[in-house]
């Protein structure tokens, strides 16, 4: 009732006849006729009766009062329903500046962004130096960790963290049953390696959260860091990857040497600035 009153004729594409209105908004049997379901049925809906509901009929009612996608899911939740996938609302759509400058006030510690899909959406100055996240390398992060000589010449525990980034990659897929972006780039990584291949035919499936790396960097030596994966509500399709020093370790002191103007020139891959 309450998205209801906020839409006018005008916005659902009806005539207001220039008359004066009692109701504000739209009527019942407006939204009824809008959404292709009887009147007495979007009464009952609106009161909240014991009434069978599906997706269907509720993304039509969505659709007609606008409701963005975070209202859509709660009125699934409202009727009992499993909510759809999270999307990403044209509003919030442009939040990358708002992120580059998060991962950049991470420095001198690693991190970057990627999509659904991991492809490199952006990284810090540290994921470039101590990770070997560069633009000629394979911008999707699980190919380039399979295919990339540079990152598995880092990685000391690159076996052990393999079976965990494929199940990770699996419970990513299932957030998405069906998506082709998603088979697109298991036939691509299964193409190029015949390690992730044997990996993905294990089907585990573990959920992105935190993991301890050891990196063997050829400037610093070994470095023990603590990946994190955060995810943003407003932007469903992308996810934050922080890397931590682990304490009791000296990593925190190298990391930040390697961000001086002195680390920079001795870095792998020194970066602008």
């Not at 880092?154 to 052990?160: V, Y």
């Not at 897929?173 to 291949?197: N, T, Y």
């Not at 030596?221 to 992308?238: N, Y």
């Amino acid at each position: 009732m309450n998205r209801r009153g906020r839409i006018s004729p005008t916005d659902a594409g009806l005539p207001d006849g220039g008359a004066r209105r009692r109701t504000p908004g739209l009527r019942r049997e407006e939204v009824a006729v809008l959404a292709g379901v009887g009147v007495s049925w979007y009464q009952w809906l609106e009161q909240g009766r014991d009434i069978t509901v599906s997706p269907q009929v509720l993304d039509s009612v969505g659709r007609v009062l606008k409701l963005t996608s975070a209202e859509r899911r709660h009125l699934y939740v409202l009727a009992g329903l499993n909510p759809p996938a999270p999307e990403v609302d044209p509003a919030t759509g442009d939040m990358c500046q708002g992120l580059q400058r998060l991962i950049d006030a991470w420095m001198p510690f690693p991190a970057h962004i990627m999509d659904a899909y991991w492809n490199t959406v952006m990284y810090n100055d540290a994921a470039s130096m101590v990770l070997g996240m560069r633009p000629e390398i394979v911008q999707n992060c699980l190919i380039a960790f399979f295919t990339d000589p540079v990152y598995r010449s880092l990685a000391r525990d690159w076996d052990a963290v393999a079976a965990k980034v494929v199940a990770q990659y699996r419970a990513a897929c299932s957030e998405r049953p069906g998506d082709e972006g998603f088979r697109e780039v298991v036939e691509e990584a299964s193409r190029l390696s015949a390690e992730f291949a044997e990996l993905w035919q294990r089907r585990d499936i573990l959920p992105g959260g935190q993991m301890e790396k050891e990196f063997q960097h050829p400037v610093v030596g070994t470095l023990f860091v603590e990946s994190t994966q955060l995810r943003v509500p407003a932007r469903p399709d992308l996810a934050i990857v922080l890397h931590t020093p682990l304490p009791e370790t000296d990593t925190a002191a190298k990391l930040e040497w390697l961000a001086t103007p002195e680390g920079r020139r001795g870095s792998m891959y020194p970066v602008a600035g």
